[in-house]
């Protein structure tokens, strides 16, 4: 880690505080001016008690001077009591904003990011400062600490002429060595700090498939108990066998500096003995000597150690600025901004190919596609054919590879992004739901009393019976994971306020990734019957393994693997005997068996 690297993420830090939390800096500047010099009291005392008593004071000079000791004392003791409480109250405050800037991040970087793993890494590092607020406090400790060492410099330096000038390169050779012995040890210990994250990561993990309600059904089916009980056991090993590492070094440090600064110690006694038998110095000049070389020391360890933990931490500190400062190339592009952003607008699909960045197998192979402004698409195909990855391309989550995505014919890179993702509601098959209220769910806003527009849509997805008989109604917590009196919907209803989510936005282009594939053959009829009203207006995409959503579809767009292969209305596709017309018979012959009585 280079000097200039602390320079720029203290000053990164610092410009954070200076526009979060200025009275930081108020109370840090009291502390440090007290802790500076509080030391100094005692010993600016003992001299001129000494002195005095020596030059044969009066005895009320002797009171004046202990009464002025003992304000000054009081005076600065308390402040740096309460300074010291409230830098640490106010460090931990700057974990908002931090908390705040990391989220943004995270969500504003780029999607095809979630996958890489050594971005996965670089994001655990910087939460890591987050996550463990003891280091930002001890790193604004450690600067603190910087100061009052070199602000005990200079009142030493003033001092300095009763300081044996070898006692100082003593203790200056002396830090140096255990400066130089604690950061070796901790640099190697930060290394093993980093490798053991991932592993820490995978408990989480672990820990999560054995608690978490997502995992419970499918934990408990197939008897995982031993199976997860195992991956944790084995992971703690590793783990412990790092932290065993790291208590070794540690130990090792430690060991070694306690003798180097025994030594030191020995010497300067003898020195200053050899000094008052040898030299004629006074009991009264070896006691300030004594003092002002122990703060010498004292200081010079402060400094050092204030110093190391700048350092360690700021590896740390560096992996959040890193994190924070990654660049998201799919949001840093264009900056045309959609006109008319109400309105369906043409897309258009031109020679797309694409393949995964982990992956160079292409998955779109050379795209040309039009959906005109209201028109209704329906994308089918096998798994794996490539439709939820096209849909990803229009959704900017990933960059195409070669060819480009128009938008009412410019290419949507060259619009600005957020102004892009307005015009698309998009709900894909692994849509979340998040534990928070229904209303929350839907609109992501805080509540709001008769938001007609949310009963409309609950209405129109059939969810308004379900939710009024709830107790708390739209304001009912989703899940149970916070609240004893959240609720656990079905896969369908989840889907249908996924829907409601969807159109909340208002935006002229739905995308529905498999929307009937929760639903039973009756819902997913009245579904599409609904749904036919809805995009009145609005261009729709469809990706549906079931081609009764061909009832509503303008177009039908077929994908095989990664190629379309049949285009056309559902009238033209069956004139030809190709996968669509397959499908269709194949589905319809399902329908007819199901359906009718035996
Ligand atoms: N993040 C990814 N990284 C690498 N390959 C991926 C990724 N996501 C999907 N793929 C691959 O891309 C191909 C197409 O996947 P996609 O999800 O687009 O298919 P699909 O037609 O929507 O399938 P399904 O009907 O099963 O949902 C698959 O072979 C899949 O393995």
Redesign the pocket.
Same mark, same amino acid.
């Given at each position: 880690m280079s000097n200039a690297n602390i320079m720029k993420n203290l000053l990164s830090l610092f410009k954070l505080v200076f526009k979060n939390n200025k009275t930081y800096l108020i109370i840090s500047f009291f502390f440090i001016i007290s802790s500076a010099v509080l030391p100094f009291i005692n010993i600016i005392y003992f001299k001129y008690l000494f002195d005095a008593i020596s030059f044969h004071y009066s005895f009320s000079y002797i009171i004046k001077i202990t009464i002025y000791m003992l304000i000054v004392y009081l005076i600065t003791t308390n402040v740096q009591i309460y300074t010291k409480s409230a830098t640490t109250l106010h460090s931990k405050w700057l974990l908002i904003p931090m908390t705040s800037m990391f989220c943004k991040k995270s969500i504003e970087m780029d999607y095809?990011f979630t996958?890489d793993q050594s971005v996965i890494q670089e994001m655990d590092r910087a939460k890591y400062v987050l996550a463990n607020g003891d280091n930002l406090e001890m790193y604004l400790d450690a600067v603190n600490g910087l100061f009052i060492s070199i602000i005990q410099f200079a009142i030493i330096a003033f001092l300095a002429n009763v300081v044996n000038p070898f006692i100082i390169v003593l203790i200056l050779a002396v830090s140096i060595i255990n400066t130089v012995i604690s950061s070796k040890i901790r640099k190697k210990n930060y290394q093993i700090h980093r490798e053991s994250l991932p592993v820490d990561y995978k408990w989480r993990y672990i820990i999560k498939l054995a608690t978490d309600i997502k995992y419970a059904k499918e934990v408990r089916l197939f008897g995982l108990k031993n199976f997860i009980s195992h991956k944790g056991d084995k992971n703690r090993e590793e783990y412990l066998s790092l932290v065993k590492i790291i208590n070794k070094n540690e130990k090792k440090g430690f060991l070694a500096t306690i003798g180097t600064s025994i030594v030191q110690e020995i010497v300067v006694l003898i020195i200053l003995v050899y000094m008052v038998i040898f030299k004629n110095l006074t009991i009264g000049n070896f006691n300030v000597l004594m003092n002002v070389t122990r703060q010498f020391t004292e200081s010079f360890k402060k400094f050092f150690e204030c110093f190391l933990n700048l350092y360690t931490i700021n590896n740390y500190l560096n992996d959040f600025f890193l994190f924070l400062n990654r660049k998201s190339q799919l949001r840093e592009t264009g900056n045309l901004k959609i006109e008319l952003e109400d309105k369906p607008g043409k897309i258009e699909f031109k020679d797309v190919s694409f393949?995964?960045?982990? %992956?160079p197998?292409l =998955?779109?192979k050379n795209i040309n596609l039009t959906i005109e402004p209201g028109e209704c698409l329906v994308?089918v195909?096998?798994?794996?054919?490539?439709?939820?990855?096209? =849909?990803?391309l229009l959704m900017r989550l990933y960059d195409v590879t070669s060819g480009s995505i128009l938008y009412n014919g410019k290419n949507i890179k060259e619009y600005d992004y957020d102004s892009y993702m307005k015009i698309l509601s998009t709900v894909f098959?692994d849509y979340i739901m998040f534990s928070t209220s229904i209303y929350e769910n839907i609109t992501f806003k805080e509540w709001l009393e008769n938001d007609y527009d949310v009963k409309f849509l609950l209405e129109q997805n059939q969810l308004i019976e379900k939710v009024e008989s709830l107790p708390y109604k739209e304001q009912t917590i989703l899940t149970r994971r916070f609240e004893d009196d959240g609720i656990e919907l079905s896969g369908g209803q989840s889907q249908r306020i996924a829907f409601c989510r969807a159109m909340y936005r208002k935006s002229p282009t739905l995308i529905l %990734?498999?929307p009937s594939a929760s639903l039973s053959p009756i819902a997913e009829n009245e579904m599409y019957v609904q749904f036919s009203k809805i995009i009145r207006n609005k261009t729709s995409i469809f =990706?549906s393994?079931r081609l009764s959503s061909s009832s509503i579809s303008d177009k039908i767009c077929v994908?095989d693997d990664?190629e379309i292969v049949e285009y056309g209305t559902h009238n033209e596709l069956m004139g030809i005997d190709g996968i669509y017309k397959n499908m269709y018979q194949l589905q319809s012959q399902y329908y007819k068996e199901v359906v009718s009585p035996a």
């Open positions: 095809q996958e393949h995964y960045p982990n %992956d197998r =998955i779109i994308i195909g096998e798994n794996g054919a490539g439709k939820t990855t096209l =849909i990803k098959q %990734d498999e =990706i393994h994908l990664g």
